[in-house]
């Protein structure tokens, strides 16, 4: 388990310095190409608006910082926040970015896991994780980080979990490390034997043409291929393979964006991205 967590750390931290030679401002997708990443910026910046319009004076846990996308975000909108990621790489690029921005408030970052969080219980009116739990593939590490959330949120505050959610039976994504939990599975993740109440559920990305792809590219790579990416060692066939899926997906991704813009918040269960709105509720008897 140790050796697999190790180089799931070091694909974090060499996609940190590709995103930071980059200039890229998201890194949604770190192994896309095109408009892949500001098409899922978009869609999860829409649907995180009235939270971040909300955050004005909010002590704010930003888990998974990565660049500090979101980070830099609710500063805008005048929160006070502590970025934390497990990539050094991610933390320093978050720094560096925040250092160069024009914005006065500053964000504190630190090195840590969700599993394993170094701060006091309740400490937080919110925590927020943004397509990162996803990445937590082991369901005993997944709870970990859950409970994690919830210590460190004060009660009457928020837990915000943007995350893939197919509702469907759980596989592992080829390119990088990925835990399709369904919803059902998110929301007892978070609220089971636990004080927490789900508040709402919202869609994020219909990907009405993307998602075929997405179907058919498990068609056309294996554990094998997915490995190899990990360690840079990826074949020509893969990289080809690869090539094509993208320049298809850029279309259809630019095809589809009006259509999730307009239904996503009609047609939740049809998402593949999901909103959860938690509340931690009050401790006492």
Excluded at 44 to 60: E, F, S, Y
Excluded at 107 to 117: P, S
Aim: with cysteine; net charge positive.
């Amino acid at each position: 388990m140790k050796a697999s967590q190790d180089k799931f750390k070091d694909f974090w931290e060499a996609t940190a310095k590709r995103f930071a030679t980059s200039g890229f401002k998201a890194v949604c997708t770190p192994t896309s190409i095109g408009l892949v990443n500001w098409y899922s910026d978009i869609l999860q910046k829409t649907a995180l608006k009235p939270i971040l319009d909300a955050a004005k004076g909010a002590w704010v846990l930003d888990i998974g910082c990565g660049v500090g996308r979101w980070s830099s975000r609710l500063l805008k909108a005048n929160a006070n926040v502590i970025g934390i990621d497990f990539a050094e790489n991610m933390v320093r690029e978050a720094e560096r970015r925040q250092q160069a921005s024009n914005n006065e408030a500053r964000a504190q970052f630190a090195i840590a896991t969700a599993q394993d969080l170094p701060f006091k219980d309740s400490m937080f009116d919110c925590a927020l994780s943004v397509t990162v739990l996803q990445h937590v593939v082991d369901d005993g590490e997944a709870k970990k980080s859950a409970l994690e959330l919830i210590r460190v949120v004060k009660p009457g505050g928020k837990i915000i979990v943007l995350e893939i959610s197919l509702d469907r039976k759980r596989q592992i994504a080829l390119d990088f490390p990925t835990a399709f939990r369904s919803t059902a599975e998110w929301i007892e993740l978070f609220t089971q034997g636990q004080k927490v109440e789900l508040q709402r559920i919202e869609g994020v990305d219909l990907s009405i043409f993307a998602k075929p792809l997405y179907q058919m590219k498990s068609k056309f790579t294996s554990g094998k291929e997915y490995a190899s990416q990990l360690s840079g060692n990826a074949s020509v066939k893969f990289a080809i393979i690869k090539g094509t899926y993208y320049v298809l997906l850029n279309i259809a991704i630019f095809l589809s964006l009006p259509f999730d813009l307009a239904l996503r918040a009609k047609l939740v269960d049809r998402c593949a991205h999901k909103l959860f709105v938690f509340k931690k509720l009050d401790e006492s008897p």
